[in-house]
């Protein structure tokens, strides 16, 4: 039975699909899907997790649409992160963006701080939501793993997610039906070259180096946000892109896992739009960490 939070939700989404259909580039020979949404002067670009739909967002785009423009793309995973940065470069040349802020979340965590990197003229701020770090002792561990992807029959990828997905949303959420019905959706249109190539991008980006110097020059800000009882990235895990992004502002919230932009939508949405509302501090004043927790 569906839940009355559940039911307004499945009309939003509906809502939002017939507001936002998709528009379609060509890069390097492979149509691109991605979403264009909201107005205003600043813009985000918005990198979802492995389910990899535009459509994770929808609450949240309906949220900031009008304070900014909004651009998402769907299955965003090319055989190299250089080849998934070319196509994002290409979907906001077509946009006629050229400075945007950038949020990422999971795997579109990993994918924002290499864009950032390869990117910072180009990098207003950025938002790493519920992400890891780099750490090159699972390179090994994630070559085996591209290789079963691979390997193994498509279903046996999408059983993988779907037990992944399915202890995303803590017990007791009210929207858990919708969530829940909507992730199986999503990972049920996942292909198998999407899911080789997430392995591929995750585990190039694992092994990578990086350093909290590599973005000295860099004239941003970024924005950290984590939960405290997040199965999916360990506090080990977070620990290490706080240390990554000393300088960072960091956001704890209580008790919402994995999927925070979800069971605290509304908050999410209000933190990421406060940060990148606001005017950029001086260079010396961002040494600051600023954590609080969401209860």
């Given at each position: 039975m569906t839940s009355?939070?559940?039911?307004?939700l499945a009309e939003q989404l509906a809502d939002f699909r017939r507001n936002h259909p998709p528009q379609t580039i060509e890069v390097g020979g492979r149509s691109w899907r991605y979403i264009c949404a909201?107005?205003?002067?600043?813009?985000?670009?918005?990198l979802p997790g492995a389910l990899g739909s535009a459509e994770l967002g929808f609450q949240l785009i309906d949220s900031w649409a009008p304070q900014m423009r909004i651009v998402t793309p769907y299955y965003v995973a090319g055989r190299s992160i250089a080849e998934t940065q070319t196509v994002l470069e290409r979907i906001l040349d077509a946009e006629g963006i050229g400075k945007t802020s950038v949020l990422g979340s999971s795997f579109g965590g990993t994918l924002a701080q290499s864009w950032t990197r390869a990117h910072p003229e180009r990098t207003e701020r950025m938002v790493l939501s519920h992400t890891i770090a780099p750490d090159p002792r699972y390179t090994r561990n994630m070559a085996v793993m591209t290789f079963l992807m691979r390997m193994l029959p498509l279903r046996v990828g999408k059983a993988l997610m779907r037990r992944k997905v399915d202890k995303i949303l803590p017990q007791g959420f009210e929207a858990r039906d919708f969530w829940n019905g909507f992730f199986i959706e999503l990972t049920d249109e996942l292909t198998k070259s999407y899911l080789v190539n997430v392995m591929r991008c995750m585990g190039e980006f694992i092994g990578s180096e990086l350093t909290p110097d590599d973005l000295d020059g860099w004239k941003g800000e970024t924005l950290i946000l984590e939960s405290d009882n997040d199965a999916s990235v360990k506090e080990e895990e977070r620990a290490a892109v706080r240390a990554?992004?000393?300088?960072a502002r960091v956001h704890t919230f209580h008790g919402s896992g994995h999927a925070s932009s979800v069971v605290e939508a509304h908050r999410y949405a209000e933190i990421v739009a406060e940060f990148l509302s606001g005017p950029l501090p001086p260079p010396s004043t961002r040494g600051a960490v600023d954590v609080r927790v969401s209860r």
């Open positions: 009355a939070a559940g039911a307004r909201g107005s205003g002067d600043k813009s985000l670009l918005m990554l992004y000393p300088s």
